[in-house]
């Protein structure tokens, strides 16, 4: 790392501030979002994950408790 940062600084010019300038903010309107970027659709999506490891988990304990 120490032999990167000493050949890296080696002949590069300084930054230098020669103009400022107020910038204004845009007014955007707010973009409707994709059903599959909303927060229902990752409640829903996590709600059928556990649901899926739930309904396997409990038939590999069946599976268990009968051998």
């Not at 120490?2 to 930054?15: D, E, I, L, T």
């Not at 229902?40 to 999506?45: G, Y």
Request: glycine share 8%.
């Amino acid at each position: 790392m120490a032999n990167f940062v000493q050949s890296f600084s080696v002949g590069m010019p300084k930054a230098t501030i020669t103009n400022f300038q107020k910038v204004t903010q845009i007014e955007r309107k707010p973009i409707a979002k994709p059903f599959w970027e909303t927060q229902l659709f990752m409640w829903l999506c996590i709600i059928l994950g556990g649901g899926a490891v739930a309904y396997f988990a409990f038939g590999l304990l069946k599976n268990m408790k009968n051998e």
